[in-house]
């Protein structure tokens, strides 16, 4: 079948998400996530109006696209991910925009710092423990001071 | 006061109570309330720490006395159950929150129970964890669209939590608008229900000394 031509194309808007908890994965399992949360939520048709999909991700930002006027409900699809690879993890919708380009501006790329206090992964005042009985423990620069 | 009216910050969380108040000021939130918290911190980062009780469905004296040790400053939850038990937690004198409504038995809320829980304006807790949880979320969202119904004919007071227990169950603004749109809560009366805890600890009184006279 041939695109539909430009007039005829329904308009797009995209959502940056960020997602928190730690893990990240990668676009294709973003991809599924994603397309397994739309469908658990608003079901087969549901998705197919909205038109979920993930147009770009680095590191653990993510801009995902959807039609115009279903931005809420992608967001409150995604708000439903609580885990990925088993820890607990969110995405987090930081902007919309009918850009990829404006939204790709609005991404800070944060270097963790792994060597103010060895063990704990530093990103600002947030600081993620990483060897306490194998698990995550979230954590401020105070509660280290604190400890 | 922008309000998630409930975290669990105890001692089986990973999160600290810290990282509870700087993810909430990162989503928008000035005040949080934390349940059963494991650390007595009253502010951080700009965000106020109210202290809160979840308390369970109790038979009589078990309740009074449990409401009662309570201290003041302590924002007391009521686990919601039977009728009766609901009736009797709005009347009492200290409770300010009921919350639990998905798992709420048949007939635990009613008209009857709302109009009391508006005159003795006692809050209602609609808590996003219940519809992040795949297993209650068709019955979260069907009890709160009652409970909404409820709420726009009787006007008692809707306060929304966050229920988290790790710091990415917390919710920005716009993640619970669209959380609450599910149910059909509209942009004001999500922004009324972040605003009501305010009016729950603190009420309007009948007469109030607006000026006092030197």
């Given at each position: 079948m041939r695109p539909l031509p430009p007039t005829l194309r329904e308009n797009r808007r995209y959502v940056l998400f960020r997602i928190l908890g730690g893990t990240v994965p990668t676009q294709k399992?973003?991809?599924?996530?994603?397309?397994?949360?739309?469908?658990?939520?608003?079901?087969?048709?549901?998705?197919?109006?909205?038109?979920?999909?993930?147009?770009?991700?680095?590191?653990?930002?993510?801009?995902?696209?959807?039609?115009?006027?279903?931005?809420?409900?992608?967001?409150?699809?995604?708000?439903?991910?609580?885990?990925?690879?088993?820890?607990?993890?969110?995405?987090?919708?930081?902007?919309?925009?009918?850009?990829?380009?404006?939204?790709?501006?609005?991404?800070?790329?944060?270097?963790?710092?792994?060597?103010?206090?060895?063990?704990?992964?530093?990103?600002?005042?947030?600081?993620?423990?990483?060897?306490?009985?194998?698990?995550?423990?979230?954590?401020?620069?105070?509660?280290?001071?604190?400890? | 006061m922008i309000t998630d009216a409930c975290v669990y910050a105890n001692e089986t969380s990973r999160t600290t109570l810290r990282r509870f108040a700087l993810t909430a000021a990162s989503c928008g939130f000035s005040k949080i309330v934390a349940c059963n918290p494991a650390e007595n911190i009253a502010e951080y980062a700009g965000v106020t720490i109210l202290k809160g009780k979840v308390i369970s469905k109790q038979t009589g004296k078990a309740f009074f006395d449990a409401v009662k040790k309570t201290p003041a400053d302590t924002v007391i939850f009521v686990q919601v159950g039977e009728n009766s038990f609901n009736r009797t937690a709005i009347t009492t004198k200290g409770v300010h929150l009921l919350t639990g409504i998905p798992d709420i038995p048949k007939g635990g809320f009613d008209h009857i129970v709302a109009k009391m829980a508006a005159q003795h304006n006692t809050g209602v807790v609609l808590d996003l964890a219940k519809i992040l949880d795949a297993k209650c979320r068709r019955t979260a969202l069907s009890q709160y669209a009652d409970m909404l119904a409820f709420h726009r004919k009787y006007h008692f007071p809707l306060?929304?939590?966050?229920?988290?227990?790790?710091?990415?169950?917390?919710?920005?603004?716009?993640?619970?608008?669209?959380?609450?749109?599910?149910?059909?809560?509209?942009?004001?009366?999500?922004?009324?229900?972040?605003?009501?805890?305010?009016?729950?600890?603190?009420?309007?009184?009948?007469?109030?000394?607006?000026?006092?006279?030197?």
């Open positions: 399992e973003v991809y599924h996530m994603v397309a397994d949360s739309v469908t658990a939520l608003f079901g087969d048709a549901g998705a197919a109006e909205m038109h979920p999909a993930v147009v770009w991700s680095d590191g653990d930002y993510v801009i995902a696209r959807c039609t115009r006027g279903f931005e809420q409900s992608l967001i409150a699809a995604l708000s439903l991910v609580t885990k990925i690879a088993g820890e607990p993890a969110a995405f987090r919708s930081m902007a919309t925009s009918g850009t990829i380009l404006s939204l790709r501006e609005k991404v800070v790329l944060e270097k963790p710092d792994a060597e103010t206090f060895p063990g704990y992964l530093c990103s600002g005042k947030k600081i993620d423990n990483l060897s306490k009985d194998n698990a995550h423990r979230y954590l401020t620069r105070d509660d280290i001071i604190k400890e | 306060v929304i939590a966050s229920g988290a227990a790790e710091y990415p169950g917390q919710k920005n603004i716009q993640e619970i608008l669209a959380l609450t749109s599910l149910f059909g809560m509209t942009r004001a009366e999500v922004f009324a229900a972040l605003n009501a805890l305010d009016g729950i600890l603190y009420p309007k009184k009948t007469v109030e000394i607006v000026e006092e006279e030197k």
